[in-house]
């Protein structure tokens, strides 16, 4: 397995997201539990199949791009759009927290910040989980330090380090769409459904004053690279806790609606984490 993921790392783009979409679909044609959670997030959300259906191609796309985004020493091309956001943020003398949900190529959103931003402002700040198993634990590894990038782990040491390394004026990462573990969360809206939502990145901002910078990093059609968009958070995150995850999570909602296609409709985002008593009667997708 180590030998075939090194293979897919040397592949072009243009054989890669074909397969990729071949194996989504497969993947969907073979998991009824997959393809119904698929749907059902989805139909939350306000969308039919139809107006969806790309993703379930984009999904492969992703599994089959990860192994060259985690080994290759080369980053495939990425167009930037709205850099402003972050040079105005650096400008400020403030560290700045990443937030993007699981959308499109969201592995290369912190790769290409680092790329462009390390030098300057310091390495990027990510939470890493080691992996499970034996053999895919040092690629992992390998995977999450690349060139600019500091991966702490999911510990309050983790969180400690990235409070420090946002407090000197750098940037940390996060996916706060994540499913986080029980009691490192709160159930907060999203698409109108309760979600067991991460506290995490509130509390970053919160006790340090950093400024939040969303992202969504596309696929181009016919496997042209990528397109990073970033912007500046709608207002100030609020001072209240609930309500600060609340206009995250709205945030997460405006970045997927954008590009509804490439979002992970798959993802569990409403599972109930174990031992914890649920806010609705509705099953969890």
Not at 66 to 73: A, D, H, I
Not at 103 to 113: M, N
Not at 245 to 266: D, F, H, S, T
Request: hydrophobic content about 50%; overall charge positive; proline content about 7%.
């Amino acid at each position: 397995m180590s030998f075939f993921l090194r293979l897919l790392a040397v592949l072009p783009l243009w054989l890669l997201h074909p397969l990729g979409a071949a194996m989504g679909w497969l993947a969907f044609a073979l998991s009824p539990t997959y393809r119904r959670r698929f749907v059902a997030n989805a139909a939350v959300a306000g969308y039919g199949f139809a107006a969806v259906r790309a993703a379930v191609a984009h999904a492969g796309r992703m599994v089959a791009e990860t192994p060259r985004l985690w080994l290759s020493r080369r980053l495939p091309h990425c167009a930037v759009h709205g850099q402003e956001s972050v040079e105005q943020a650096w400008a400020a003398g403030r560290g700045i927290v990443f937030l993007t949900p699981h959308i499109g190529c969201f592995e290369l959103s912190v790769q290409e910040g680092a790329r462009r931003w390390a030098a300057e402002h310091g390495d990027f700040t990510i939470l890493y989980r080691p992996a499970r198993k034996a053999w895919l634990a040092p690629i992992v590894a390998q995977a999450r330090q690349r060139p600019g990038i500091q991966a702490v782990p999911t510990t309050l040491q983790g969180v400690r380090q990235m409070i420090k390394a946002l407090r000197q004026g750098r940037a940390v990462g996060l996916l706060p769409d994540q499913v986080p573990p029980q009691g490192l969360g709160l159930w907060a809206p999203f698409f109108g459904r309760d979600a067991y939502t991460m506290t995490l990145a509130a509390r970053l901002v919160q006790q340090t004053g950093a400024a939040v910078v969303l992202a969504r990093c596309e696929r181009l059609p016919w496997a042209r690279g990528y397109a990073l968009y970033l912007q500046t958070l709608a207002e100030p995150l609020a001072s209240d806790l609930p309500t600060a995850v609340g206009q995250i999570n709205g945030a997460m909602e405006q970045l997927i609606r954008a590009c509804p296609q490439q979002y992970l409709w798959g993802y569990g985002r409403y599972k109930q984490p174990r031992g914890l008593a649920a806010r609705q009667q509705e099953p969890a997708a």
